[in-house]
């Protein structure tokens, strides 16, 4: 399959006049007439590339289908992140939650130390929770 246009004939056979001749009413159709043959060649040549356009869109598919998934991932991810970007913006403008949230974040934070970081037993059962979640996600057990 071909993308480039054959050319069956030239638009411009000839210098000559298409009318030898004769009068102006008898010019004037001759010139129609041929006007109306190159339109209705331009519009053969065109119906034939569309109907050919699913062949060469399923053609190019096929041949660049691992780029162009690459590209709508990518975009899809930035995508996603200014999404995410706009909702914590809208979220951090809302009065008095930004702060409390920060709050809370500080009493998680000031928890997880008195609970695991502060005894070496609490140290040890913190480690050992950390592994059987790394033999979970990795399949070991």
Known sequence: MSTEFESK?????????????????????ALTDEATKQVKQVWERFSGLLGDLPDYVSDF???YRRPIVTVGLILAAVL?????LALLDAVDDIPLLAPSLELIGLFY????LYRYLLKASNRQEL???ISAIRDQVLGKK
């Open 80 to 84: 996603a992140v200014k999404i995410v």
């Open 9 to 29: 004939d030239s638009f411009l056979e000839s210098n000559e006049p298409a009318v030898p001749g004769g009068d102006s009413e008898s010019a004037a159709a």
């Open 61 to 63: 598919f096929k041949q």
């Open 109 to 112: 934070t000031g928890w997880f």
């Open 127 to 129: 480690l050992d929770d």
